[in-house]
């Protein structure tokens, strides 16, 4: 059969690399075509004979079920998209605040495991490992189950200062806007904008003259300033602080404003829990900037806190945002547990609307977009943020 | 202490540098005022942790409820005799003996003395008995919960002899036996598979040894861990593909995998595992459909693998170019030089990470509890809601979390070894 066309040609076609790579990729691509096809045909068929086609309009039928906490206007004759939304409104809350608090406690975590205190190290050692080992979703049910609910009754609630704890959350004192509230934002807003161009100022005036700019902290002096003169200036104070007080009868914590447990076991569940992992990310960080760099600061005259600032921290934060970016992401996705304590968080609504609509398929491809556009977002603003600050090499 | 010698005339031999106890605490607790005030502030916070938990965990807890559960918490409801069924529970056992054999055979081979871990593993029986005895004498509670706990160390110390027996005939043979043992470890994951699981004809009808046991009765920590190793031993497979994939030159390939790692590591592994349970059968032909240890051991494995993916890619990517080009020098094709060259030194450079991962997906396995699954987190939930131990949420999730602890432990203390073995990062 091998005729002379071929020897004429060079390589046949099936023995020639390029047209055998293209084969293989049309072939994968095919059978993975041919699978998701067949799978959907399969889901349709199934849902058909339940009697619940594919579509979108059950969002906006009425959820009747109530929410216990909501940043938004809801009620149970709300429609399931403002369900929706509540529960990713309250995933957002838990994850932005736990991205704040993790790091924050995370870098206080990191600092001490390398502390020359012995007592301190070691204890910040023994918090990372027990947290790295246990795992979160057993963490957060302890913690709200053994720890939340074991609180005394509203009633002798325990008292830390003007925050009370009981099994019905943590009330805090809470201000309640004034007549004047409306003026005074507007008084803040411009504090804020007054803040930003005077420390862009003073970081100019400080790359003249080669003095330390203090921008940062002029910044804040110059919108610390406006709020306080606006308070006073203000014919009537624009927020009174409400105190939450022990109620006489009942079951309820008067004034203040009370969080939920599963709000606040969440968010410290979380909090504790990340921080461990950045407070390693931390420690790597700061140990990966060789000692070098410290000497020849304090041979240039740096002080230790200027050491601090100038050249370890940049230098270790460079090396630190791969890595707690990944922490993040993990905040963000690990807040889906919220589900185990009963916060109304997304994955939380996404089972209550399941349960009430039957609607799985579509309500299972809502969460999941919703979260991976969360994670691509956190992510994209995280390697924007790198590029900012790598090392720009010759 | 003093008895450094001064080779020639005239040359002091060096002060004393070893610190006496005040010197250390003053240079470790006192150095500052900063440091004065962390210690204080440190020792403040271990009294009141120490106290709260010292003092909950002797006069409050109801430790009782651990005894009377643990089967329950190490094997859920796997057919027992205690049960009234036919016992398989000792192919369980059988498993464990065979692991600590091959932990002793490995130990033995690769000639390690480690007296301190054999003391460690020898006293841990003893520990074991020991606590509920202490308990006992300080808290006097009802009910005689000490057989229990005796008859569980009795099982530890038998455990300990035969990791002795397989430490001893690694020693007799020494080196030559590390590839068996190596081999050994291979074959162990899939051997304890087909244990649990067993073959053949339906327990109930269970006349054979190996009846096989349906995975809806496999509970607790048993679970756990099935779920854990079929995730690792799977996943592995899958995610060297994808990672591969992923460094393709094939633009489709490359792309399949990025959408797969990119999608799976965007979304949380719960709301995997829900697609699993409420949609998986959705997506199979009418009639076939899995029960829901299948079904969470399928999203855990596709699961991890995305993560496994990412973590080989870092390895293959710290492989120089040199080595691609030396092998094709040396006339390797395609496969040779990927499966013989690169893989080798790519996995061997990210097993640390790959540890890590592995013990990330075994505290992942904790949310199958959410889907309903009875792992450990799910019989304790269990266990709680029983109405004869009412409130004894913390002292169960206290001692799951022990478990937990333990296995993530072992596994990271593990990965520390194979690395200075394989002398990772320093070569």
Known sequence: MTSNITQRKGIPFWRDERVLQWITQALVLGVVIAVILYLYGNMVASLEALGLPLSLEFLSLQS??????????????????????????????????GIIGATVLGVVIGVASLSSNILVNRLARIYTEIFRNIPLLVFLIFWYRGFF?????????????????????????????????????LILLAGFILAVVSALFLRQRGQRTGRMPFSTLGGLAVFLGVALLGWVLLPAAPLT??????????????????????????????????AAFIGEVVRAGIQAVSKGQTEAARALGFTGFQTLRLILLPQALRVMIPPLTSQFLNLTKNSSLAVAVGYPDLVQVYGTIINQSGRAVEMTAIMMSVYLSMSLLTSGFMNWYNRRVKLEER | MTTSVSMHKGIQPPTSARPTALDWIKINLFSSWLNTLLTLFSVTLIYVILRGALGWAFTEANWA??????????????????????????????????LAAIIGLHWGASGRSGERYITALALLPVLM??????????????????????????????????????????????????RLAA????????????????????????????????????????????????GIVFSFPIGVALALGRRSKLV???????????????????????????????FMPSGISFDGVVRAMVVITLFSAAYLAENVRGGLQCIPKGQYEAASAIGLGGFQTMFFIILPQALRAVIPVMMGQFIGLFKDTSLVAIVGLLDLLGIAGGVIADPNYLGTQREVLLFISLFYFAFSYALSYTSRRIETNLGVGTR
């Open chain 2, 252 to 282: 489709v390939i490359r792309a399949l995998s990025v959408i797969y790692i990119e999608f799976i590591r965007g979304v949380p592994l719960i709301s995997l595992l829900f697609i699993g349970s409420l949609m998986l059968n959705l």
């Open chain 2, 129 to 178: 008995a020991l606590i509920p005895v202490v308990y006992h004498l300080a808290v006097r509670p009802e009910g005689h919960t000490l057989g229990a706990a005796f008859l569980l160390a009795l099982q530890i110390l038998a455990l300990d002899l035969v990791g002795l027996v397989g430490w001893l005939i690694g020693r007799w043979r020494g080196r030559r036996f590390i």
């Open chain 2, 183 to 230: 081999i050994l470890w291979i074959l162990y994951f899939p051997l304890v598979i087909v244990l649990v699981r067993g073959f053949g004809a339906d327990y109930r009808e269970g006349i054979t040894p190996f009846a096989s046991v349906p995975t809806r009765l496999w509970g607790g920590l048993l679970l756990s861990l099935l779920l854990a190793i079929v």
């Open chain 1, 149 to 185: 609910l074991k609180l005394p009754s509203v009633q002798d609630a325990s008292e830390f200062g003007p925050i009370l704890l009981s099994n019905r959350g943590v009330a805090i004192p809470w201000g309640i806007a004034g007549l004047t509230f409306p003026a005074y934002r």
């Open chain 1, 241 to 274: 602080i409400d105190l939450p007080a022990l109620p006489e009868t009942g079951f309820n914590i008067l004034g203040g404003k009370n969080l939920t447990s599963e709000f606040i076991a969440v968010l410290s569940g979380l909090v504790l829990y990340t």
């Open chain 1, 64 to 97: 009747g079920f109530d929410i216990s906490q909501h940043l938004i206007a809801y009620s149970r004759t709300s429609t399931y998209l403002q369900a929706l939304s509540v529960g990713f409104l309250n995933t957002l809350l838990v994850a932005v605040l």
């Open chain 2, 65 to 98: 409820v651990i005894p009377a559960k643990l089967r329950l918490l190490l094997v859920g409801q796997y057919p027992s005799a205690v049960a009234g069924e036919v016992d398989y529970v000792w192919r369980v056992s059988l498993c464990l003996y065979i």
